[in-house]
């Protein structure tokens, strides 16, 4: 089935996959396409919709990013900031270097009513800009404007074509997506792309490309991605997904059992579950360094694999978790590169089978709600990330299974405590880790030199920066003393108060 879908013409601007999720939140299928390959894809798909973007540059400027105009004709168009510049400047409008840059809130003086920005509910927008408009082109009328930018918003409704200078994609701007929503509708979008159809389609794209003889080999690893496409793998095509969990005995407690769970229980899959510790440990003993640990970890991986060729080597297929914004930032859409296997630290060589990419075209929060259809446990279709070396780059000093231990008792009680009371939501990661230095303490009349467990819950939209959580004090004063009474080897708790940057979120 083909589906509408809003093309958004990215010109290099910070929020344009902003606005291809805004659009998907509304049932349209989206994809962001370079400015500077565009015009071909517009004239080849002929899109329902397609929207301009922002960007850093101007369209004053020799060589500035540019669209073919002739290609959106009979399309409805809408220009964001550079967008709608670049609207005015390619149409027979004018632009200027305005006198008073524009950055942050600013309210609305003049709304025409009955336009695509009268139903905002609110004046308040969100600016960021140089240039600007001040003479549009024939045909468009000014809908709005601010004290200094004269032309905050037009539009031609003739020729289908609407365009702001505010950023209607960004939450600062309380009434954008009515402005959205309006355009989409405008356009005749009906919203005929859910997470149900995704997986329809999906499964028929997996069958069609995966012979019928053929396999896939499928790693998981206990996160979401790998779970979700696996669960999209096993329902395309059953056993023929073989399914390889490697349980090196550093994921978090429970998380193994889960896994096995999930797809050898619940799904029925072709699951086969490497159990690794000794190997795992062997290899990590002595070992402090935290590169040469993560090192070992991924080294075991690919030996994991190689002793296991035999069993495995009647794959055409290794399926690769990839997202969309992995996809957006490989710069090309349609390259399926051969990455690194960020998730297992590199696979054998012989590992180099043809790849498919069931997520490719998904958010995370897609990639959720999928999973939720699928049938997933929640544990695990809304686990916070988790790092590849696992609870590896969570003890500090020397991995041994006893000190693996203390940290997935002291994580478990530290989590549920958050989870039982709802704390959790709005974390981007919750955990404990254990350091490699002793403390003294008393405990009943006895003296204690044991280890101390620090606890670090950062907020965060996507890992670059990140802030400790304000979780109540009481909270963290029950946790650290049930810690301290129920982990042994453990007499201290420290909470960690650092952000990213200065600090990493894990602490290896
Ligand atoms: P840092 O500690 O660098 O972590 O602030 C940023 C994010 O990346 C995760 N992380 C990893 N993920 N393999 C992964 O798949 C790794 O080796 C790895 N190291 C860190 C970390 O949990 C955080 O979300």
Redesign the pocket.
């Known amino acids: 089935m083909s589906h509408q879908r809003v093309i958004v013409v990215d010109f290099g601007g910070q929020y344009t996959q902003l606005i291809v999720r805004r659009v998907r939140e509304f049932g349209a299928y989206s994809e962001m396409v370079p400015w500077t390959t565009a015009a071909e894809k517009i004239a080849a798909e002929k899109p329902t919709a397609v929207i301009l973007s922002g960007g850093p540059r101007s369209v004053l400027e020799e060589n500035a990013p540019t669209l073919d105009f002739s290609v959106l004709e009979g399309i409805p168009t809408l220009g964001i900031c550079y967008g709608q510049q670049l609207m005015a400047h390619r149409t027979g409008g004018r632009v200027t270097g305005a006198d008073h840059k524009e950055y942050g809130q600013r309210e609305l003086t003049t709304i025409t009513p009955g336009s695509l920005v009268s139903n905002m509910g609110s004046n308040s927008v969100w600016m960021s800009h140089g240039d600007q408009v001040v003479e549009v082109p024939a045909g468009f009328t000014v809908t709005a404007s601010t004290e200094t930018c004269p032309v905050a918003a037009m539009e031609n409704v003739g020729i289908k074509r609407w365009g702001v200078q505010f950023h209607p994609e960004v939450t600062h701007t309380p009434g954008g997506k009515a402005i959205l929503k309006g355009f989409l509708d405008n356009a005749g979008i009906v919203g005929d792309w859910t997470a149900q159809n995704f997986i329809d389609e999906e499964v028929e794209k997996i069958r069609a490309a995966v012979g019928p003889e053929e396999r896939v080999l499928c790693a998981v690893s206990g996160g979401v991605d790998s779970s979700v496409m696996a669960a999209l793998l096993i329902k395309a095509i059953g056993d023929r997904a073989l399914c390889v969990f490697v349980d090196h005995g550093l994921l978090r407690k429970n998380e193994a059992e889960q896994v096995e769970e999930t797809f050898g229980g619940h799904f029925g899959a072709n699951l086969k579950v490497f159990k690794e510790h000794d190997r795992f440990f062997g290899a990590l003993a002595g070992i402090k360094d935290p590169e040469a640990k993560?090192k070992t970890i991924g080294a075991q991986f690919v030996q994991v694999f190689e002793d296991h060729a035999d069993e495995l080597k009647g794959c055409d297929w290794l399926a690769q978790g990839t997202l969309y914004p992995d996809v957006i930032e490989s710069g090309s859409p349609t390259a399926a590169k051969i990455k690194t296997h960020?998730?297992v630290?590199g696979l054998p060589d012989w590992m180099r089978l043809k790849l498919i990419e069931p997520l490719r075209w998904l958010f995370k929060d897609e990639v959720r709600a999928v999973g939720r259809l699928l049938g997933l446990p929640d544990e695990m279709v809304d686990r916070e990330?988790?790092?590849?070396?696992g609870l590896g780059?969570r003890v500090l000093g020397e991995v041994t299974p006893d000190r693996v231990r203390m940290v997935q008792e002291a994580d478990w009680i530290f989590r549920s405590e958050l989870r039982s009371r709802d704390l959790h939501k709005g974390i981007?990661?919750s955990y404990a880790a254990l350091l490699d230095v002793r403390s003294v303490g008393v405990m009943g009349d006895e003296r204690t030199y044991e280890q101390p467990i620090v606890l670090r819950a950062v907020e965060s939209e996507d890992?670059m920066t990140?802030r400790a959580v304000a979780i109540p004090f009481d909270v963290l004063e029950w946790v650290a003393t049930r810690i301290v009474n129920e982990v042994q080897g453990v007499n201290r708790v420290f909470y960690d108060l650092t952000s990213?940057p200065p600090a990493?979120?894990?602490l290896e």
């Open positions: 993560r960020h998730n630290g990330p988790f790092p590849g070396p780059v981007w990661q890992a990140a990213k990493t979120i894990e």
